[in-house]
Nanobody
């Protein structure tokens, strides 16, 4: 079993910055992918940014140049640095990790509890 705990959300003015954190703990051998998602109009979860253990990153088009994802692999923590925030960035942000666990052959996907980001105009 693996748990993901998110922090760093809050209220910020347009043009400001926030830094989200997601810490994974539990029966972890390795984490293949960590990423951040936010809810779309139909409450689906859309990718904001992701990072693989090999160092590859991926970003949604509307956050490129403003958001940066990074990982502290030794601590199983992923960060999302959000700069030049816009009101359209307002959403609930969810952390996701694909984890290889000790003693278990398959990998499993885990979600954080979500953290609210609100950007005022």
């Amino acid at each position: 079993q693996v748990q993901l705990v998110e922090s760093g959300g809050g209220l910020v003015q347009a043009g400001g910055s926030l830094r989200l954190s997601c810490a994974a703990s539990g029966n972890i051998l390795s984490i293949n992918v960590m990423g951040w998602y936010r809810e779309g109009p139909g409450k689906q979860r859309d990718l904001v940014a992701s990072s693989t253990s090999g160092g590859s990153t991926d970003y949604a088009d509307d956050v490129k140049g403003r958001f940066t994802i990074s990982r502290d692999t030794s601590k199983n923590v992923v960060y999302l640095q959000m700069n030049n925030l816009k009101p359209d960035d307002t959403d609930v942000y969810y952390c996701n990790s694909i984890v290889k666990e000790r003693g278990i052959t398959d990998t499993y996907s885990y979600w954080g509890q979500g953290t609210q980001v609100t950007v005022s105009s």
